[in-house]
T-cell receptor
Framework: KAGVTQTPRYLIKTRGQQVTLSCSPI?????VSWYQQTPGQGLQFLFE???????NKGNFPGRFSGRQFSNSRSEMNVSTLELGDSALYLC?????????????FGPGTRLTVL | DQQVKQNSPSLSVQEGRISILNCDYT??????FLWYKKYPAEGPTFLIS?????DKNEDGRFTVFLNKSAKHLSLHIVPSQPGDSAVYFC???????????????FGKGTKLSVIP
């Protein structure tokens, strides 16, 4: 069974641009959660999608948004990029809602904002 | 305000000895705790979990202890092996009222180095 895949693996953008990251969960998993990992803050929860609906949202500005498609694939978008958005963005999938179920993480997308 | 704290950014242990990784939390609503292990260039992988109704959970070389009164949990690895060298994240969740979904809050991680 294929694991969680994330594309692209690496991305370089400049301030003010916008970016879209993609996550394909494990087949059969209906929940996708997104996290931001930085050296100073560790892993911070962005949001969780389940059955195409956002179920949970962390404390991030509205520039961070996401969506989930009917096949459970998810995208996350960051608009008006800032230098501080440089981070590793991790996606995790689970059979049901996160917290009730084990989450499986993808390898992440390394975003660098110049 | 960090609700889950891992105060040791790094830890070095000799192969064969015990590794003890610590985690403190402040939110008394947390009722489920997990440990994840992360190798470079890979996503975190689930290691072991414990519910607040228990004070110990064991899985092979890994044991997690929970002290609810102290709001403290620890992960013991015995015996430590070089392959255990990784960053370990502690995470906690609490049921959000009305939402029916748990949000995981992670610590900043502890980098464990097991020296052969």
């Amino acid at each position: 069974k294929a694991g969680v895949t994330q594309t692209p693996r690496y991305l370089i953008k400049t301030r003010g641009q916008q970016v879209t990251l993609s996550c394909s969960p494990i087949s059969g998993h209906r929940s996708v959660s997104w996290y931001q990992q930085t050296p100073g803050q560790g892993l911070q929860f962005l949001f969780e999608y389940f059955s195409e609906t956002q179920r949970n949202k962390g404390n991030f500005p509205g520039r961070f948004s996401g969506r989930q498609f009917s096949n459970s694939r998810s995208e996350m978008n960051v608009s008006t990029l800032e230098l501080g958005d440089s981070a590793l963005y991790l996606c995790a999938s689970s059979l049901g809602l996160a917290g009730d179920n084990e989450q499986f993480f993808g390898p992440g997308t390394r975003l660098t904002v110049l | 305000d960090q609700q889950v704290k891992q105060n040791s950014p790094s830890l070095s242990v000799q192969e064969g000895r015990i590794s003890i990784l610590n985690c403190d939390y402040t939110n008394s609503m947390f009722d489920y705790f997990l440990w994840y292990k992360k190798y470079p260039a890979e996503g975190p992988t689930f290691l072991i979990s414990i519910s607040s109704i228990k004070d110990k959970n064991e899985d092979g070389r890994f044991t997690v202890f929970l002290n609810k009164s102290a709001k403290h949990l620890s992960l013991h690895i015995v015996p430590s092996q070089p392959g255990d060298s990784a960053v370990y994240f502690c995470a906690a969740s609490a049921k959000r009222s009305g939402a029916g979904s748990y949000q995981l809050t992670f610590g900043k991680g502890t980098k464990l180095s097991v020296i052969p």
